[in-house]
């Protein structure tokens, strides 16, 4: 199992970002995904998360009506549309597969860096 991220950086706030998760080495549309977060010298904190069909999506309420879930099982990609971004969402962005059927993780990418700064 692979998972790989994609796309962050360094914005200013109200700005957008676009992150990617791109898998490998496991049914890709079998699984349902989240996006995990940890800001520095902070624990870990579910941001959004989608099932296998793309028909259910959660998101944590620090980020609801700002970012957007999606996936797309044929290129095997999970995706993290961040809008109207603040210094708040600064933190290592992590995808996460969750054990089946549950809302429990078992594996991680190794995460990408998105700051908010001005």
């Known amino acids: 199992v692979q998972l790989v991220e994609s796309g962050g950086g360094m914005v200013q706030p109200g700005g957008s970002l676009r992150l990617s998760c791109t898998a490998s080495g496991f049914t890709f549309s079998s699984y349902d995904m989240s996006w995990v977060r940890q800001a520095p010298g902070k624990g870990p904190e579910w941001v959004s998360g989608i099932n296998t069909g793309s028909g259910i999506t959660a998101y944590a309420d620090s980020v609801k009506g700002r970012f957007t879930i999606s996936r797309d099982n044929a290129k095997n990609t999970l995706y993290l549309q961040m809008n109207s971004l603040k210094p708040e969402d600064t933190a290592l962005y992590y995808c996460?597969?969750?054990?089946?059927?549950?809302?429990?993780?078992?594996?991680w990418g190794q995460g990408t860096q998105v700051t908010v700064s001005s």
């Open positions: 996460a597969r969750h054990v089946a059927g549950t809302w429990r993780h078992d594996y």
